[in-house]
């Protein structure tokens, strides 16, 4: 069965920095990948997904993500963080329509 | 669409009270799922729907937790009697199968049971 690793419970960055967000990923078909947002007591919202073609995505609010099957990764970056970007980010993989697996979420603070 | 709708917001009630937490999906998707957040235990599927049958309830935690889907356009979670550990956050999502599975998330509901 898929599951999801996602390195790093808590992250800090300065703002202007560079956003880098680790997820591992296993799944014995390709999977759709996704990276979901949640803000403060409200439900999470999709920020990009992988599902064929292109390996680099881009998503909402300047990020992307890059799938790389040899590395079964999908780590999600930004460039330079804004103070909005302080969220809790979740990784998920998806086989079936039924069957999406997420990680355990990655808390982002961002630093003035 | 309005997106996926969640009622209410937040919900406190003391132990031993039937609680029940109602969603609409967005129209047209064939898939709806039910999550449970907590900080300890993270996000938890509790049951999913396609096409408003069960199909794979095996995340309810207890006899106490159940979910029914009477039409494409309503869910319902239900609790009785709640106890104070079911306190969390819980989710409702929905899904279109021709969608590459992307899952679309209600605000959440805030139980709090006394």
């Known amino acids: 069965a898929q599951s999801v690793t996602q390195l790093g419970s808590h992250v800090s960055v300065s703002e202007g920095a560079l956003v880098l967000l680790r997820c591992n990923y296993s799944?014995?078909?390709?999977?759709?990948l996704f990276w979901y947002v949640q803000y403060p007591n409200q439900g999470l919202q999709l920020l990009l997904k992988y599902t064929t073609g292109a390996t680099l995505v881009k998503g909402i609010n300047g990020f992307e993500a890059e799938f790389k099957k040899s590395e079964t990764s999908f780590h999600l970056t930004k460039p330079s963080a804004h103070m909005s970007d302080a969220a809790e980010y979740f990784c998920a993989v998806s086989e079936l329509p039924s069957d999406m697996r997420f990680g355990a979420g990655t808390r982002l603070t961002v630093k003035p | 669409d309005a997106g996926v709708i969640q009622s209410p917001r937040h919900e406190v009630t003391e132990m031993g009270q039937e609680v029940t937490l109602r969603c609409k999906p967005i129209?047209?998707?064939?898939?709806l799922f039910w999550y449970r957040q907590t900080m300890m235990r993270g996000l938890e599927l509790l049951i999913y729907?396609?096409?408003?049958?069960?199909?794979?309830d095996s995340g309810m935690p207890e006899d106490r937790f159940s979910a029914k889907m009477p039409n494409a356009s309503f869910s319902t979670l239900k609790i009785q009697p709640s106890e104070p550990r079911d306190s969390a956050v819980y989710f409702c999502?929905?899904?279109?199968?021709?969608?590459?599975?992307?899952?679309?998330f209600g605000p959440g509901t805030r139980l709090t049971v006394l």
């Open positions: 999502a929905s899904s279109l199968r021709a969608v590459y599975n992307e899952q679309f």
């Open positions: 729907f396609n096409n408003n049958v069960p199909i794979d």
């Open positions: 129209s047209g998707h064939d898939y």
């Open positions: 799944s014995s078909v390709p999977p759709y």
